[in-house]
């Protein structure tokens, strides 16, 4: 490719709103294009990076049995409909109907599509295993875009499916998923890790993230250095010391002004620990079947020197959705803010999840629903009730759940996901086999996803320095960045020409700009190796090469410039394959 006759320009200031170096480089090396909130075009330069990106997941999926589909972006809400998540979904599924009035939806993920499909395609046991994937356009109304390619509203999404006709079958493919997405990321260039996470709206029993770890990611991953135990916080787990001692007997007594955890232990002189907090959430209940939506306050019960998880107790909650209760909603039930408890209260008009750091622990200082007074030595079971369920945040320093040492606490960005769906999807919509035995059975579901537009997103924020991009050779839009600062243009064009038809990937600057403006843009477009064609080396009969990974500069003769080239793109290769990670579960 000519950059004279390059559809995008390189830009030399970052575009308002880049809130991280990589998608300012993005931006200005002129991959993407910002087309609205969370919505970007891929210029030439995008388009092809993340063409191969596309490719090694292709070659990956391939390599463990998966064919692949494409399925429709638009959807007939009714498959949304049978199993309720049409209902359960909140705004960021974008529904509209269609000129004869029926109900559509935008998918932003095919788990109904697919079992559809499934359930006209699978009849016998005989038809099983089977596991298809598709590399297609989804659309999530996300109320919060940010960081480019990392957090968007449309984007594109390796998603693979599979069907076995029991869990063995199931676990089988989840391991080998498990592998192939360690031995993707691993192949692009990308470190990661992969941790226990919440299942979410996908639902099943059990789920995987793959995270790239970095100060700009959303998501807090809980570590264990001693013990490898790894876990997103929404579902990170952690030891509790409970206080275990006689059932004294409940005392209400004056604390004026302690509407705090703080403020309360202070005034009594005790710690946090001994203390049980009251938490308002607010939740969003829908009848899958028929839509209908109410709300309900939840009491989080735990204690004081802990914080409540919100993932954790809308899970514990069984709610669509949960947000803050306000202050007249917590007064409805019949308890005062600051000063709070379910004792005593209106308890049919709201549910209580009660921590396990309250449920076993005894004697703890709680509200008394009175403005300036709580009760000493309450205790669950006797004095209130609830569903006791673990709701607590998990943070750094807190005793591992395995080994007891400390945990860690580190930041990331989710670029894949993997879950065992078990029959939730098959069930609703009756996509079942006959097995050997002549019994109609649910088809066993697992579900698989690699976002592909963030993965190139994290790559520019892990390859990048002060000049711009530097990404992996296996991933870079081109392999060589051809430079030509000389007036006579045939001998540049005999090398791009003899480069082109060696199969190598060329990017020829042959623009009539100043050095310092081609080195520029060849610094901050990031492709591998840069071949320089300059007066001075020209009469030596040599070009100078350089590597953008590591800015080592090498001359090489114009006469043998080609298998030089390509044994330098041999050893950029082999940097990534020497680096390929495979990881049993």
């Not at 994937?133 to 594109?156: C, H, M, N, S």
């Not at 691993?186 to 995987?208: F, N, Q, Y």
């Not at 607010?282 to 919100?310: C, M, P, Q, Y």
Request: proline share 3%; aromatic share 8%.
């Amino acid at each position: 490719m000519r950059m004279s006759n390059m559809f995008s320009r390189t830009l030399r200031e970052a575009p308002s709103g880049a809130d991280c170096k990589g998608y300012e480089y993005l931006l200005r090396a002129g991959y993407i294009k910002q087309l609205g909130t969370g919505i970007f075009s891929l210029l030439p330069l995008g388009f092809r990076s993340i063409t191969k990106i596309q490719n090694i997941v292709r070659e990956e999926m391939n390599r463990i049995g998966g064919q692949e589909i494409l399925m429709p972006v638009v959807n007939p809400a009714d498959i949304w409909k049978e199993t309720g998540r049409y209902y359960s979904i909140d705004k960021e599924m974008a529904r509209f109907e269609d000129r004869c009035g029926r109900d559509m939806v935008l998918a932003m993920t095919h788990e109904e599509a697919v079992t559809d499909l499934a359930r006209g395609e699978i009849d016998s046991y005989k038809r099983l295993p089977l596991m298809v994937y598709q590399i297609q356009t989804k659309f999530r109304d996300d109320p919060r875009p940010r960081a480019g390619l990392i957090r968007v509203r449309e984007f594109t999404m390796k998603d693979s499916y599979s069907f076995d006709r029991d869990q063995a079958g199931l676990e089988k493919i989840y391991a080998a998923h498990y592998n192939t997405y360690f031995r993707i990321f691993s192949r692009c260039g990308l470190p990661c890790i992969a941790v226990a996470s919440d299942t979410g709206m996908m639902g099943g029993k059990v789920a995987h993230e793959y995270m790239y770890l970095t100060p700009i990611g959303e998501d807090t991953i809980i570590t264990c250095d001693k013990c490898g135990y790894t876990a997103n916080r929404q579902v990170a787990t952690f030891k509790k010391e409970c206080r275990k001692q006689e059932m004294k007997a409940i005392e209400k007594i004056e604390t004026p002004h302690a509407s705090t955890i703080d403020d309360l232990a202070s005034f009594l002189g005790i710690s946090p620990e001994e203390t049980c907090k009251a938490v308002f959430m607010v939740g969003s209940f829908v009848n899958d079947r028929t839509g209908e939506e109410h709300d309900k306050l939840i009491v989080a019960l735990i204690r004081g020197d802990l914080e409540v998880e919100e993932a954790k107790l809308q899970h514990a909650a069984k709610a669509n959705d949960i947000r803050p209760a306000h202050t007249e909603e917590i007064l409805e039930c019949g308890m005062v803010p600051g000063f709070a408890s379910p004792i005593g209260a209106k308890t049919e008009k709201f549910i209580t999840i009660v921590d396990d750091s309250v449920a076993y622990s005894n004697n703890l200082v709680a509200g008394a629903n009175e403005e300036g007074f709580h009760f000493l030595n309450t205790n669950f079971g006797r004095d209130f009730q609830g569903e006791v369920a673990d709701i607590a945040s998990a943070r750094g320093g807190y005793s591992c759940p395995v080994c007891g040492a400390p945990l860690t606490s580190s930041k990331g960005v989710e670029i894949g996901n993997i879950f065992q769906l078990g029959t939730k999807y098959s069930d609703a919509m009756n996509c079942f086999f006959q097995d050997e035995d002549g019994r109609q059975k649910p088809v066993i579901m697992g579900c698989y996803g690699i976002g592909i537009g963030r993965l190139l997103a994290c790559l520019a924020e892990e390859y990048n320095d002060d000049s711009g991009l530097k990404l992996p050779i296996v991933v870079a839009p081109y392999q060589v960045h051809l430079v030509s600062l000389v007036k006579d243009t045939a001998i540049a064009e005999k090398i791009y020409q003899e480069l082109e038809d060696a199969g190598i990937e060329v990017l020829y600057d042959d623009r009539k700009e100043s050095a310092g403006v081609k080195f520029a843009d060849a610094d901050i477009i990031g492709v591998p190796i840069r071949i320089t064609l300059g007066n001075r080396s020209l009469k030596d009969g040599n070009v100078e090469v350089k590597l953008r990974g590591t800015g080592e500069v090498t001359h090489y003769s114009i006469d043998g410039l080609k298998d030089q080239i390509l044994e330098e793109i041999r050893k950029e290769e082999k940097k990534i394959a020497d680096n390929i990670v495979e990881k049993n579960l």
